[in-house]
């Protein structure tokens, strides 16, 4: 049995009911591509805006090796995947070589494990965070305290045709990301957006006089994600959850 088929077969033991999952990916996809016969022969082809829009609709644009873990299942499963940041869905390729759509309100969380470290992602409802509308966010520090966690998406933009040196009326519609940031409470579950400054940290830490002494304490700036991540492995070890 395939890596894949085992996918199939691990989610509707772990949904408990003959194939949603399955079907309801082929569904969605197929509302895109209106000829079931492509996805049938292993084509993926892409929705309509596809032509309009420039930029790739992925957080990465290659398959990965990765893990997926199912809302209802303890296991996690290995396929290769793709997380679709634009429509906020999460692709899992077949072994025939087509994908289909995974909605991500039956992800728990899920991994890719290209190149050196494994990203994790941990999805969340639009009830839990309603400023992201139901997504998936990186975990970009893992503390027993806090987590920082980062959130990706890509929006449409307007932009003017560049044609040399001159700018015409003419505009395209690309694809631009954006990326926000959240401290995560594990405690109560609660959310404190968080943009890479000091200020933004301490801010977040107030009512904390451990915490941001030993933010102070420490050497070094916050301005990238990799700074506030290392600053929150310092401070974790003193820090309590806030009030909501």
Not at 64 to 79: F, R
Not at 128 to 138: Q, R
Request: charged residues 20%; positive net charge; hydrophobic residues 40%.
């Amino acid at each position: 049995m395939t890596t894949v088929s085992m996918f199939f077969r691990s989610a509707t033991l772990a949904l408990g009911c003959s194939l949603p999952l399955l079907s309801h990916a082929q569904s969605s996809e197929l509302a895109r591509d209106h000829n079931s016969n492509n996805f049938n022969n292993g084509y993926a082809m892409p929705p309509p805006e596809a032509n309009t829009l420039q930029g790739s609709p992925f957080l990465l644009a290659s398959w990965l090796p990765g893990t997926i873990l199912l809302s209802a299942s303890t296991q996690p499963i290995a396929t290769p995947l793709k997380y679709d940041v634009y429509r906020q869905e999460l692709r899992v390729r077949r072994a025939k070589g087509d994908s289909v759509v995974v909605p991500l309100g039956q992800v728990r969380e899920f991994s890719l494990l290209g190149g050196s470290l494994a990203r994790r992602f941990v999805c969340y409802s639009s009830a839990a965070l309603p400023a992201e509308g139901g997504s998936c966010g990186e975990v970009v520090f893992d503390g027993p305290h806090a987590q920082l966690l980062k959130f990706v998406r890509k929006e449409v933009k307007k932009r003017a045709v560049e044609n040399g040196a001159y700018v015409s009326n003419n505009t395209v519609n690309v694809l631009e990301e954006q990326t926000h940031y959240y401290l995560h409470w594990p405690a109560d579950g609660h959310f404190t957006p968080l943009k890479l400054k000091r200020a933004s940290l301490e801010q977040a830490l107030a009512g904390q006089p451990a915490a941001l002494a030993a933010l102070k304490a420490r050497k070094g700036g916050l301005s990238s994600e990799a700074d506030l991540a290392a600053a929150l492995a310092v401070i974790d070890p003193v820090l309590t959850t806030p009030a909501k």
